[in-house]
T-cell receptor, first 115, second 114 residues
Framework: NAGVTQTPKFRVLKTGQSMTLLCAQD?????MYWYRQDPGMGLRLIHY???????AKGEVPDGYNVSRLKKQNFLLGLESAAPSQTSVYFC??????????????FGQGTRLTVV | AQSVTQLGSHVSVSEGALVLLRCNYS??????LFWYVQYPNQGLQLLLK??????LVKGINGFEAEFKKSETSFHLTKPSAHMSDAAEYFC????????????FGTGTRLLVSP
């Protein structure tokens, strides 16, 4: 089983460039998330989605946009990359059972460096 | 709102020693609690979860955690550390009703020496 797949795994951007990170899950999960991980700060939620066509802001949404046109895909966009966006990005998905959101399943991460 | 505090950014143990990683939570409603492990250059993997059934939860790789409501704690333990346990561990909290995104602690890096 593929689970949650992130593309690409590594990327170097120049300041001001744009890019899109792709997340795909094959578990038919309702919920999807984008987190960023920085040393000493744990994982911070950027944006999330509770279903196809819906997105919402998380803890640190500035400088990012997202789209969820299909249930299995969740895209994270950087319109104008800044060095402060150098981080490791994780996508996750979770399912809904008995009216409760359960544990999240994570991708392998995308290491992004903005120079 | 939910939040998690992990005490100690680094914990060092010798191989064979007890592992204790601390997690305290804050939640306005009954929480669901999780421990995740992250090995170098990998994603997060679920170790165990508490979802209001048994308060002592057993997970993979010999880890367990006990939910203590009176102490608002969910500490992770393992009786005997192995070199392969060296990783970063994250505690996370969610609510037990309706939709709630996971809120993570800042992580504890476990170092195991021979």
């Amino acid at each position: 089983n593929a689970g949650v797949t992130q593309t690409p795994k590594f990327r170097v951007l120049k300041t001001g460039q744009s890019m899109t990170l792709l997340c795909a899950q094959d578990m038919n999960h309702e919920y999807m998330y984008w987190y960023r991980q920085d040393p000493g700060m744990g994982l911070r939620l950027i944006h999330y989605s509770v279903g196809e066509g819906t997105t919402a802001k998380g803890e640190v949404p500035d400088g990012y946009n997202v789209s969820r046109l299909k249930k299995q895909n969740f895209l994270l966009g950087l319109e104008s990359a800044a060095p402060s966006q150098t981080s490791v990005y994780f996508c996750a998905s979770s399912y809904f059972r008995d009216r409760v959101n359960t544990e999240a399943f994570f991708g392998q991460g995308t290491r992004l460096t903005v120079v | 709102a939910q939040s998690v505090t992990q005490l100690g950014s680094h914990v060092s143990v010798s191989e064979g020693a007890l592992v204790l990683l601390r997690c305290n939570y804050s939640s306005s409603v009954p929480p669901y609690l999780f421990w995740y492990v992250q090995y170098p250059n990998q994603g997060l993997q679920l170790l165990l979860k508490y979802t209001s059934a048994a308060t002592l939860v057993k997970g993979i790789n010999g880890f367990e955690a006990e939910f203590k409501k009176s102490e608002t704690s969910f500490h992770l333990t393992k009786p005997s550390a192995h070199m392969s346990d060296a990783a970063e561990y994250f505690c996370a909290v969610s609510r037990s009703t309706g939709f709630q995104k996971l809120v993570f602690g800042t992580g504890t890096r476990l170092l195991v020496s021979p």
